[in-house]
């Protein structure tokens, strides 16, 4: 008698997980073999992920020998974001983020990205990663010690992988510049130009005029026609500080670059082509604005393709020594001095500060220190550290209070256009029209205050 031997399908060959980005969370999820993996809010989902933007049933992984993913009708929608090596064209209008079907299985590689709804999943093997942590200090690399920051810049080596746009968000100073520079150090375009523009520190005529270009006599002072830098960074990087400053009119031109990768000079109507990738950053919070009316939705959802937020350097002290050693090796280099060795006493002192200013602070305290130390040690007494509260007519602390205050100022919590003027009126008529004064009374930078006299067309006060 022939006896049927029933045969069991071979055990995947590669065991999976997902590593979840919520917010400021992270959490790593084995992927059971030969399943279905529902991903929602939901709590009969294998992944359950509490977060307003994902639908109860979002979407399922289907685990076997590969990973698939199915959407299943969200409302926020699924969208997939191709590591490197996958060799997805990566489209024209500024991403290489791509909508899953309803109902459609797509196949995920090694590294792939998922958005659900705002919450960022990827696909690794388990119990493996593919950002080793580098030597601190180390030439070109940023200095990685916490946990949360080792992660961030994890997924921001992937995002750099593809053109997708990266949002950074992150207090004055935590290190919103240098990671746009990894972006950039990662990415296809590494061999190209990197461009860095503080929307803050231009008003919105000659941020136009820089960005776009503009022709010969488009306006009072234009002798010649002059290429912008959007032209002049083709093939590379714009990085745009503090997007949240610019106007309601610069956004709609702004967004226009992004969907159609064309730019108008100023007093021109032909358009040029342009190729670039769009990194962000900002200390506000979009969202807030884009719900109060000051930021347009389509801009935000734009250069939002991928948001990364930067922790503060007061949550993570165990980067404060070797980010103050790592300062001091380079400014003793640069001084051409020895390398002091930090003493007990001055680490003490450099972990009790809170670092308002976060690593931007932290770097300008060790500059001072270097400069202050004659031994071999660096003493407490050489850690001079900023009393932010006491009453200075030193620019650089107006500057420095105004900046470190405008995440909490009450000026930002206006609810309309019509608030903000009113309030920067009886800022500048309390301060007798003193710019860097009033600035400092509505806690936010001097030159956040210029743009928005010139936004509301406000009488140019006196120089203050």
């Known amino acids: 008698m022939k006896v049927e031997v029933a045969t069991m399908p071979p055990p995947p060959r590669v065991a999976y997980e997902v590593m979840i980005y919520v917010r400021q969370e992270t959490r790593t999820v084995e992927l059971v073999p030969s399943s279905v993996a529902g991903v929602g809010r939901g709590a009969d989902n294998a992944i359950r992920v509490e977060d307003p933007s994902v639908s109860r049933h979002h979407c399922v992984l289907h685990v076997g020998d590969t990973v698939q993913v199915e959407d299943l009708g969200s409302a926020n929608g699924t969208m997939l974001v191709r590591s490197a090596h996958a060799g997805v064209e990566d489209d024209t209008t500024g991403g290489s983020s791509h909508p899953i079907p309803t109902g459609e299985r797509i196949t995920l590689e090694i590294g792939d990205v998922l958005r659900v709804g705002q919450v960022v999943l990827v696909l690794q093997r388990k119990g493996r990663t593919s950002f080793p942590p580098p030597p601190a200090g180390t030439p070109g690399q940023p200095v990685l010690v916490d946990p949360e920051m080792r992660r961030a810049y994890e997924l921001l080596k992937r995002a750099a992988a593809t053109e997708i746009s990266v949002l950074l968000l992150g207090e004055t100073g935590a290190g919103k510049e240098v990671m746009a520079e990894t972006v950039h150090r990662w990415s296809l375009r590494s061999e190209g130009p990197f461009l860095k523009l503080n929307c803050a520190a231009l008003t919105d005529t000659l941020l136009e005029s820089e960005l776009f270009g503009h022709e010969r006599g488009s306006f009072t002072g234009a002798h010649a026609a002059k290429e912008g830098l959007l032209e002049s960074t083709d093939g590379g990087t714009v990085f745009l ?54 930021f347009r939705s389509d801009l935000y959802y734009r250069i939002s393709g991928l948001v990364i937020r930067i922790p503060p350097l007061r949550q993570r002290p165990s980067e404060i020594e070797p980010l103050a050693r790592h300062f001091l090796r380079e400014f003793s280099m640069r001084n051409r001095q020895p390398m002091p060795t930090i003493a007990a006493s001055a680490l003490g002192k450099l972990l009790a500060h809170d670092w308002p200013g976060n690593v931007r602070e932290l770097r300008n305290v060790m500059e001072r220190a270097t400069l202050l130390v004659t031994g071999s ?3 407490a007494e050489h850690v001079m550290i900023e009393n932010h509260q006491a009453d200075s007519t030193d620019l650089f602390d107006a500057e420095f209070e105004a900046e470190t205050a405008v995440m909490n100022s009450p000026f930002l919590e206006a609810s309309s256009p019509e608030d903000e003027k009113a309030r920067i009126l009886k800022a500048l008529e309390a301060c007798g029209g003193n710019q860097t004064r009033a600035a400092k009374m509505l806690g936010i930078a001097r030159r956040t205050l210029i743009n928005r006299i010139e936004q509301f067309n406000l009488p140019r006060p006196k120089k203050g």
């Open 241 to 294: 500080d503090e997007i949240g400053e610019i106007s309601a009119g610069l956004q709609a031109k702004l967004l226009r670059v992004l969907e159609e990768r064309t730019v108008i000079r100023v007093g021109s109507t032909k358009p040029r082509k342009i190729n670039v990738r769009f990194v962000t950053a900002t200390n506000r919070d979009l969202a807030a604005r884009v719900q109060q009316g000051h």
């Open 377 to 379: 040690a660096l003493e």
